[in-house]
């Protein structure tokens, strides 16, 4: 019997997914390059090795999957990608779908498409999220392609894809790139949501002097409460977590210089080509990269001392309330940026990407999931488009909020502690309810050296000021 879908790489991710749409009942032909892995995977796969499929050439996958046929590519992005495909295309039909399922760039899914001949298979940039753990027993996935390819897959997706209360986080969010570029955004607000939870940590250890024990169990009870969520959950956990080397508590001996695989980046760098504020998920970028300085910090860390800010924050609970309150704001400020960034994409691009639908597909199966993201759901849900903070249910939770985000990022500036992700948040909160900001002297100024011209309140055309009399 031949199998419905296939797959190429047995990676992490691909491994996981093989095992999760084989579990749900359908059977898969599996590739791996390096063929003793095929064979190791399928050793392994236990009682669900009659629903597998294992080839070790690209020509007996095809013979082995049932026309029109699926496959799913889970191989390093990049170039790997161009390499599978190109080498997978002579034993393909034009009715098959190859659904590139890593972590690319959209530009490279839309160049892809473009590619194609009017005799090849169709492709579809299809975003995955969730880790090991999402891959094996239910991820997020976000699809860009054509309806035809969607409705073809879609029952696979949906069987293998995370439930939210039986829905299904599987979901086509748009033409050629737009999935991917969902993937990449979902991945900008990862690092802005990681960024803010590491700044609240590094106030609670460094300002209010607490053990990573006390900080977890704090963690663990905001977990239940309007933080709800996988990232602050797993926080909790890493924080309780021993060294079996040392003894000590494992977030102790953990060097303090966090790695970045570029999506992150690409979300901050798609923002900045948009001309869309994202710089909740920019300065979580810029962390990144300053953690990486770990010699110069060091260095700096002696030629400035501690400047005589370091004290000792006042750690009563109303406080750590506000920390609770505080962190919150700043994430609904990176989520609204992140959404922004979205539909941005989707004007500029034509995607029409469905914000509400987003949203729900992200409440289960991957890293950022939430029942935040349910709030966010209900916000987009007939008012797509329109930025998140000024949503009626947003706006009243920042009216507070917003408050204890500014109390936070004050002391913990006035005790010298970084919180650049939390301060770019309240920043763009602030600028954005203004109705008259500063940008009239900016104007001017640009006027002044460069004979721009400016636009006068409530004139049409452009003017010049009396500058050469202040010469
Ligand atoms: P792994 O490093 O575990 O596996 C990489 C896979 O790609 C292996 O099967 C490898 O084959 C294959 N591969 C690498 N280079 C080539 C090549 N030139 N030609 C053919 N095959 C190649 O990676 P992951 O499973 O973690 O990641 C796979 C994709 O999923 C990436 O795009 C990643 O960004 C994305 N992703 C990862 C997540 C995660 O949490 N890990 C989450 C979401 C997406 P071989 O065994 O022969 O080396």
């Known amino acids: ?74 191989v390093k992005a990049g170039e790997a990608v161009d390499e599978q495909v190109a080498a997978l295309k002579p034993f393909l039909a034009k009715e098959d779908i190859i659904i590139d399922a890593g972590n690319a760039n959209f530009h490279d ?25 999402g891959a094996r027993h239910g991820p997020s996935i976000m699809v860009g392609g054509t309806p035809e390819s969607y409705a073809r897959i879609e029952p696979v997706l949906t069987a293998i ?41 590094g106030v609670l250890r460094d300002g209010l002097g607490l053990t990573p024990e006390a900080i977890g169990r704090i963690f663990e009870k905001w977990n239940n409460g309007p933080l709800n969520s996988y990232l602050i959950e797993i926080t909790a956990k890493v ?31 798609e923002a900045q080509m948009l001309g869309i504020p994202a710089t909740g998920i920019e300065a979580a970028v810029a962390a990144r990269s300053i953690s ?3 010699k110069e910090r060091s260095e700096a860390s002696k030629a400035y001392g ?26 609904i ?41 349910d709030q966010i759901a209900a916000a987009f849900e007939g ?36 919180t650049p992700a939390l301060a770019a948040a309240l920043g763009y909160f602030d600028s954005f309810r203004q109705a008259r900001g500063t940008a009239n002297l900016i104007q001017a100024q640009r006027d002044f050296f460069g004979a721009h011209g400016f636009k006068r309140i409530g004139e049409e055309g452009d003017f010049h000021g009396p500058w050469s009399e202040a010469n």
Request: hydrophobic share 45%.
């Open 1 to 74: 019997q031949q199998a419905d879908i296939g797959l190429i790489g047995l990676g992490v991710m691909g491994a996981n997914l093989a095992l999760n749409i084989a579990e749900n009942g359908y059977r898969v032909a599996v590739f791996n390059r390096t063929v003793a892995k095929t064979r190791e995977f399928y050793e392994e796969a236990g009682s669900l090795k009659g629903q597998i499929i294992p080839c070790e050439t690209l020509e007996d996958l095809a013979k082995n999957i049932r026309a029109p046929r699926p496959i799913i590519l889970m």
């Open 109 to 133: 899914t839309v160049r892809r498409l473009a590619e194609l001949g009017p005799n090849d298979p169709t492709f579809v940039g299809m975003g995955v999220s969730g880790g090991e753990e």
């Open 161 to 201: 894809s995370a439930k939210y209360h039986g829905e299904s986080c599987s979901a086509l969010l748009g033409p050629d790139g737009a999935g991917h570029f969902v993937k990449t955004i979902h991945n900008g607000i990862e690092y802005a949501d990681m960024q803010m939870i590491a700044e609240v940590y």
């Open 239 to 269: 924080l309780a977590a021993t060294d079996k080397k040392t003894g000590e508590p494992a977030v102790d001996v953990i060097l303090d210089s966090a790695g970045q695989k570029g999506t992150g980046r690409w979300a901050a760098i």
């Open 292 to 294: 990486s300085l770990v």
């Open 306 to 331: 501690d400047l005589g800010t370091a004290k000792l924050l006042d750690g009563g609970q109303a406080f750590i309330d506000a920390l609770e309150e505080g962190l919150l704001a700043g994430k």
């Open 333 to 373: 400020a990176a989520y609204a940026q992140g959404f922004d960034v979205m539909a941005g994409a989707s004007k500029e691009h034509g995607w029409n990407i469905p914000l509400a639908t987003t949203a729900r597909i992200w409440r289960a199966g991957c890293i950022i999931r939430s029942q935040f993201l």
């Open 383 to 418: 008012r797509e488009g329109k930025n998140l903070l000024l949503a009626p249910a947003f706006v009243e939770r920042m009216k507070t909020g917003s408050q204890s985000l500014r109390k936070i990022v004050a002391e913990a500036a006035l005790a010298g502690l970084p």
